[in-house]
């Protein structure tokens, strides 16, 4: 597949932003009260369940959310940044399933029932929902997906998104620019959407509930050009109704047209960006802003401990499974041998360096994330031990070991890392430090630049395919280190292919135990999400693949 432009590195950092601007106007909703029917609530496929509702549920009202970077682009088939990914995931586009639950799988969405998958699991057929209309208020219909899909793929777009539509029939081939249009996916009638895969892949209908397979009207793409980006036209809950840049504010306005009758309940949500998290938590605790939607960094944890009122009113943890680790540059020959690899994790004393997180993260030596649902686990962590880091190196025939690492001030990297050169300096290892603008950083490690710097990976879908064949697999779309390993790539092609997830898990283990032992990184922590969000929010609802479910929930 192309190579992607860049995957959601900024998902990967937990930095924290706020309006720069006192906001004026109340934040409650409206004093017009309704007692809407409980499937107005919580439609089938939404998050959660949802609450007994028994008394009133109030309409109206906005949402701001505080975010510490502007957003690339809101296009679904380019946004990769975290204010962006939660934009075009529960504010402005409808995909076709919708993870159910706070850890359930794909259930039907903008798709009228979930997909009838052939015996040989190669052919999807999706009825479409009649209701669905874009924010322009053309109906959906089956092209709009293959139009949709394909420029994704198209290679003059260069997506990221791409590489997680290789199954289908014709994908790499289009692509590649080798074919007019993608054999896989055929218009069987205006609300029917046949595709055919290349072969089976359990990931596919975790693909279906992804921003970047909801549906784009092709008059407004080639209407707007690049503009698209910040006026687009989508099938979500909300509809853009301003950009100002300038202002540091994105406005979103209630879509009428919205096919889950009666949500959303709130008129508008406010995206705003680009000040200190300090000012981000004051602003939440005087209901001048609704939530904090990068999270609590670890700059503010030690802040909120020692406020109990803090921690039990205005935080929560939301569910999400990721790692973060150290890349290591395939191109540098030293780290090209296992043993010294093997050797950078061995050095690691995880649970000192993560102190400095404040729980924000996990101590974890293995590259998969704990909470995987139905995965038993057979690989062994990494653990803290510098004489067998000694003694690894010097088998290698390595007597001094002089690395340089990229880093930014983004949390919690500007903290650990001196930590973390004291700790590889006991097993003699030197790191010369270079710290870096995001941009900088960004650019130098897509250019695959610097010996050693630090990564996460924030996982789109509940499955650990999503994580190991991405940023470990050879042509993953995370893959920016030049790691490559045919039994690791076999295994992973395994593990998609079957139509079980404990199969599919099991196989994955194998892949998990090879990838310990080659150590292509160094492993770190298991990612965790605190959001902040004020106590005047009713339903709050959110996921890690996602964000906060915006058309759900309503103020206080």
């Known amino acids: 597949m192309s190579a992607p432009v860049k995957r959601r590195t900024a998902l990967l950092g937990m930095g924290l932003g706020a309006s720069s601007a006192l906001l004026s106007g109340c934040l409650r909703g409206s004093d017009v009260a309704v007692t809407p029917r409980r499937g107005d609530i919580t439609p089938p496929s939404r998050l959660a369940p949802g609450p007994e509702v028994r008394g009133l549920v109030r309409r109206g009202g906005r949402v701001i959310t505080s975010w510490a970077e502007e957003a690339l682009t809101y296009d679904p088939a380019l946004a990769w940044d975290f204010q962006a990914w939660e934009a075009i995931s529960t504010v402005l586009n409808t995909p076709l399933l919708q993870l159910d639950g706070a850890s359930g799988g794909p259930a039907p969405s903008a798709a009228a029932a979930l997909p009838s998958v052939s015996s040989d699991g190669r052919t999807y057929t999706i009825r479409l929902r009649r209701d669905v209309r874009f924010h322009n208020g053309r109906p ?72 970047y397979t909801a549906a784009v009207p092709r008059e407004e793409v080639e209407r707007l050009g690049k503009d698209f980006g910040r006026r687009p036209v989508g099938t979500g809950p909300f509809m853009i109704a301003s950009y100002d840049r300038s202002g540091r504010k994105a406005v979103f306005r209630r879509n009428p047209r919205y096919f889950w009758t009666g ?23 005087k209901s001048q802003t609704s939530i904090l939607g990068d999270g609590v960094p670890s700059s503010l944890a030690p802040q909120i401990r020692a406020d109990p009122s803090l921690g039990e009113k205005y935080t929560q943890e939301i569910p999400v499974l990721g790692t973060g680790w150290l890349a290591v540059n395939f191109n540098r020959p030293e780290l090209r041998d296992r043993r010294v690899r093997q050797a950078l994790n061995h050095a690691t004393d995880r649970e000192n360096l993560l102190k400095l997180t404040y729980g924000t993260e996990l101590p974890w030596g293995l590259p998969l994330p704990k909470g995987l649902t139905d995965y038993e686990r057979t690989a062994e962590p990494y653990t803290y031990d510098p004489d067998r880091a000694g003694r690894l190196l010097r088998d290698a025939g390595v007597k001094k070991l002089r690395l340089s690492y990229l880093y930014t001030r983004k949390d919690p990297w500007l903290n650990i890392t001196q930590v973390l050169q004291q700790q590889w300096a006991q097993a003699g290892i030197e790191l010369d430090l270079n710290l870096m603008s995001e941009g900088a950083f960004d650019e130098a490690t897509y250019a695959k630049q610097g010996d050693v710097y630090p990564t996460q990976w924030l996982m789109a879908m509940p499955n650990g395919l999503d994580l190991a064949a991405q940023c470990f697999g050879s042509d993953g779309s995370g893959n920016y280190t030049g790691y490559s390993n045919k039994k690791v790539d076999a295994l992973l092609a395994e593990a998609r292919r079957q139509d079980s997830e404990k199969r599919c898990n099991a196989i994955l283990a194998e892949a998990e135990e090879v990838l310990v032992k080659d150590a292509p990184g160094v492993f770190l922590s298991s990612k965790r999400i605190v959001t902040a969000r004020t106590p005047l929010l009713q339903n709050f609802r959110a996921r890690g693949e996602t964000g906060t479910y915006y058309d759900r929930l309503w103020l206080g």
């Open 263 to 285: 949500t959303p309940f709130i008129d508008s949500v406010e995206f705003r960006w680009g000040t200190s998290s300090e000012l981000g938590l004051l602003q939440l605790r």
């Open 140 to 211: 959906v219909v089956a092209d709009d997906y293959i139009y949709s899909w394909s420029r994704v793929l198209d290679p003059d777009l260069a997506s990221w998104a791409s590489s997680f539509l290789s199954s289908i029939r014709g994908a790499r081939a289009y692509n590649e620019g080798k074919a007019q249009r993608v054999t896989g996916l055929q218009r069987l009638d205006d609300h029917t959407l046949r595709v055919r895969l290349e072969e089976p892949d359990i990931t596919f209908p975790y693909v279906l509930c992804q921003p």
